[in-house]
């Protein structure tokens, strides 16, 4: 068994670094490029075409449509520079990147921050190109890009101070993430108010629960819902945001681990007595997404009143249109707070990774900076002018309507590389594009005023270094597993009280103060990049 185990994993090897190397075109390409020509400005980027593989993940089954994007087309045309795309498919990209990382060959690019994750590109170092000198030669408008958002450089650059990935700021971005969703139509057949604060939601909680308002006869309402876990957003009236998952906020700008905190404590406190008299789905903790979602869509009638979303349609099927996003709740202070960035939700890194297997470093690097003006940018986001925007006369850009049968979403992706990739639009670019303000992106941004002056500022991405790497998932398993155990106790049955002390002693002889240090250090590193 072992010895046929080994067998298929040495051909899987085999057939992948014939992919790469077959697709790179070698005996194609060489004689294109001994003659060629490079010119470190203008176009095009050398006098005679050379090929570039650049490889990128696109999710489950999207395949390579976006290759039909005009602009792609063009540039191709303009720069000299032909691309060979390595389409992996996100279904298996798990197993194909380790078969590649160890087999010591990459292509040229690796295109998208859904390909390398920041562990894989710090334990891999010597795979990919410090970039700094090429962004400072070769790459003008990068650079212009940085000047103007300084958070691109402090992103990418890595423990060692050096840059290894390029960025990008997507367009047309929110201040924050999952808003309060109410049931309005619930409200309005009972005559109620948009909850303002926790006294209210819980007002509102109870008559959801007790009178009837789906009009079915039956006790079948669930105020709040959801699966596995408590949202963190739900407890966003308490001053708890965490925008990126980690349980780390920052409180008077210091790094802190708000599962010991008093606001969580209270969050929790009073999320027990919701959960203690029914206004929480009882399901939680046991039920999955699907469970969930079929709650949320319940064919009979309306049964979920309020929950976090990106937008009121997202998950709500034939009731999408009794909900609506309403303002942040207020706390116990009487404060308001919303998971999100005041920067904007559109900062990313690892958007394109330059390899040290590229012959043509130069040329990948001019390559990649046609991709950071705002017209590119709009053209890789949401699909080339002409096909999808509509570039007026006055200097704005519109999106069209998507094809019969199509969502907008569905569109943009299948006309571009929508998410990934570098590119970058100008804060002050952003007035220029028009969006439908009834559906998708359009939808989030009208909304987002509703809560965009009460988001907090979050514990940024930071990146760690290999040491950091290697004692976080031990850390973190036992920590994390600990915390969610916890708080899922404490919300069913309450006595959080009693057991807290002994809550805070087990963490920290779990290694919290060792987290809470690495995570600090790493925040410091961010910010004093300059």
């Known amino acids: 068994m072992k010895k046929k185990l080994f067998i298929a994993l040495v051909l899987s090897l085999s057939m992948l670094i014939s992919l790469i190397g077959c697709a790179s075109g070698k005996t194609e390409k060489e004689p294109a490029q001994a003659g060629s020509e490079f010119s470190s400005e203008g176009l095009p980027i050398v006098t005679a075409p050379i090929t570039l593989d650049v490889l990128t993940v696109r999710w489950g089954n999207m395949g390579d449509t976006f290759k039909n994007n005009k602009w792609l087309q063009d540039l191709e045309k303009a720069t000299n520079v032909k691309i060979n795309w390595q389409v992996m498919s996100s279904n298996d990209w798990g197993e194909q990147k380790s078969i590649m990382l160890a087999s010591g060959k990459l292509p040229d690019i690796i295109f998208g921050d859904n390909a390398f994750s920041d562990s894989d590109i710090v334990n891999n170092l010597s795979y990919f190109r410090p970039l700094d000198d090429y962004i400072d030669k070769y790459m003008p408008n990068l650079k212009a890009a940085m000047d103007e958002t300084p958070e691109l450089k402090q992103i990418s650059t890595f423990p060692d101070g050096k840059i290894y990935s390029l960025p990008a700021r997507l367009p047309s971005r929110p201040l924050s993430t999952m808003q309060p969703v109410i049931n309005k139509a619930w409200l309005d057949r009972l005559g109620l108010e948009v909850p303002n604060n926790i006294e209210d939601l819980y007002n509102v909680f109870k008559a959801f629960k007790e009178k009837d308002p789906n009009q079915n006869g039956k006790a079948d309402e669930i105020p709040f819902s959801g699966s596995v876990d408590i949202s963190m957003d739900f407890l966003n009236p308490f001053g708890i945001t965490d925008l990126n998952g980690n349980s780390m906020m920052l409180k008077d700008g210091e790094p802190v681990f708000y599962p010991t905190s008093n606001e969580y404590k209270e969050a929790l406190k009073w999320t027990h007595k919701l959960y203690s008299e029914g206004l929480i789905d009882q399901e939680l903790f046991t039920q999955d ?207 959080i009280d009693q057991e807290w002390d002994a809550y805070i002693k087990q963490l920290n002889g779990m290694g919290l103060e060792r987290l809470v240090e690495i995570r600090s250090d790493a925040y410091k590193r961010y910010t004093s990049v300059k």
């Open 289 to 495: 997404n699907t469970m969930s979602s079929a709650k949320q869509q319940n064919p009979d009638a309306a049964m979920i009143g309020f929950s976090n979303q990106w937008i009121p349609d997202a998950v709500f099927g034939k009731w999408k249109d009794e909900y609506a996003a309403i303002p942040s709740i207020a706390g116990p202070d009487g404060k308001r707070y919303q998971t999100g960035d005041p920067v904007g939700l559109s900062l990313r890194r690892n958007e394109m990774l330059i390899t040290t297997f590229s012959e043509n470093p130069e040329v990948a690097a001019r390559w990649a900076d046609q991709f950071y003006t705002n017209e590119a940018s709009i053209q890789n986001f949401w699909g080339a002018i002409g096909t999808v925007i509509d570039k007026k006369g006055d200097g704005s850009y519109a999106l069209m309507n998507p094809p019969e049968g199509t969502s907008a979403d569905a569109w943009y992706w299948d006309q571009s590389v929508r998410d990934f990739g570098p590119k970058y639009v100008s804060p002050s670019f952003e007035k220029n594009i028009v969006l439908d303000e009834t559906t998708g992106d359009g939808l989030k941004l009208a909304i987002d005023k509703l809560v965009s002056e009460y988001v907090t500022t979050p514990f940024p991405n930071v990146m760690y270094n290999v040491e950091e790497f290697k004692e976080l998932p031990t850390l973190t398993t036992d920590i994390d597993s600990y915390v969610k155990t916890n708080r899922a106790k404490w919300i069913i049955k309450g006595n």
